[in-house]
């Protein structure tokens, strides 16, 4: 059993910044790739990017590509999820996901488990 706990949402500006933070506990975090959904108000949880269990392999939505990046630190069981250029549109909750897989996308059949979620809030 893998517990998450997400924290670091909050309001902020367009063109603003926020990193959010999953942390890890129970089972060792080291086999289990990573990643981050988020959902909107009526519409489905979406993928958002993911790290694979080292954290050297990651993928993003191309929504979020040069914006965002994730990022896994295993030694702090601790997966971050850096946002840069925050828009309107990027408002939900976000969601931390883990599985003992190699690489969590798009694709993949939810798995794992799961935070609680972390509301973010961009202004504009």
């Known amino acids: 059993q893998v517990q998450l706990v997400e924290s670091g949402g909050g309001l902020v500006q367009a063109g603003g910044s926020l990193r959010l933070s999953c942390s890890a506990s129970?089972?060792?975090?080291?086999?289990?790739?990573a990643a981050w959904f988020r959902q909107a108000p009526g519409k489905e949880r979406e993928f958002v990017a993911a790290?694979?269990?080292?954290?050297?392999?990651?993928r993003y939505a191309d929504s979020v590509k040069g914006r965002f990046t994730i990022s896994k630190d295993n030694a702090k069981n601790t997966v971050y999820l850096q946002m840069n250029s925050l828009k309107p549109e990027d408002t939900a909750v976000y969601y931390c996901?883990?599985?003992?897989?190699?690489?969590?996308?798009?694709?993949?059949?939810?798995?794992?488990?799961w935070g609680q979620g972390t509301q973010v809030t961009v202004s504009s």
């Open positions: 790290a694979g269990w080292n954290g050297a392999s990651t």
């Open positions: 996901n883990a599985a003992q897989i190699p690489l969590i996308t798009s694709a993949t059949k939810p798995q794992g488990y």
């Open positions: 129970g089972r060792t975090f080291n086999n289990h790739a």
